[in-house]
C-alpha cells in the first residue's frame, strides 16, 4: 500500500544544511518511533528566522532555525539560536485541525511584513509531550512564519476558543 501525502502544500524556502550535533526537542521523553529518529546531517535542514517580538516567556530569543528532517516528518523543530539553545517540538497547524482561523493584530502583520493579498504564512503549532498523560498542541498561540520576509512571531487567538493543550489525536498503531 502507498502512504498518501495528507500534508498542506508548504512553499519551498531556500535552506541550509543543519549542523549533526542538533537533535529532536522530544528525546527520551516519549518512545522512538520511526518517524522521530535522530538526525542525519544529509537530509535534516533548516531556516532562520527573526522573531522580533521573541517568543512568550523567552522575549529575549529572536533568532530561531525551524529545522525539519524527513525523519521526523511531519514534526518540526523550532530551535533558538543561543547557546544553549531553547527547542520546541512543532507541528503544522493544519495537520491538527485543518479548519483554523488565524487572526493577526496589526502590530503582528507588520512584525511579520505582510498583509493579505501576500503570500501564505506557516503555522506551527507548539508541542507537549508530558511524562504522564497525553501529548498536546498549543493552537491558542500558533508559531507564524512569513517565509518570504523570514520574520516571525507568535500570536495568542484570544477571539477564538482554542485550547493550549489541544489533545493530539491518539490511534491504535496499524496491523
Not at 532562520?48 to 524527513?70: K, N, Q, W
Not at 508559531?143 to 493543550?165: D, E, I
Request: hydrophobic residues 40%; aromatic residues 8%.
Amino acid at each position: 500500500m502507498t502512504p498518501i501525502n495528507c500534508l498542506p502544500e508548504i512553499p519551498v524556502v531556500p535552506q541550509s544544511p543543519l549542523p549533526s550535533e542538533i537533535s529532536p526537542p522530544w528525546g527520551p521523553l516519549i518512545p522512538r518511533v520511526a518517524t522521530m529518529a535522530e538526525p542525519s546531517s544529509a537530509s535534516s535542514c533548516f531556516t532562520t528566522y527573526r522573531f522580533p517580538f521573541g517568543i512568550p516567556a523567552f522575549e529575549h530569543l529572536t533568532s530561531f532555525r525551524l529545522v525539519t528532517d524527513p525523519a521526523w516528518a511531519p514534526l518540526a523543530v523550532l530551535e533558538s539560536e543561543s547557546e544553549p539553545p531553547v527547542r520546541f517540538a512543532c507541528a503544522p497547524v493544519a495537520l491538527l485541525m485543518p479548519d483554523y482561523r488565524l487572526e493577526l493584530s496589526s502590530d503582528e502583520k507588520a512584525a511579520l511584513q505582510w498583509s493579505e493579498d501576500q503570500s501564505e504564512l506557516l503555522l506551527y503549532a507548539i508541542l507537549t509531550f508530558p511524562q504522564s498523560g497525553p501529548p498536546t498542541a498549543n493552537l491558542l498561540a500558533p508559531v507564524v512564519l512569513n517565509p518570504q520576509t523570514r520574520l516571525g512571531v507568535q500570536s495568542v487567538q484570544a477571539h477564538f476558543p482554542y485550547s493550549h493543550l489541544h489533545p493530539l489525536r491518539q490511534e491504535s498503531p496499524c496491523l
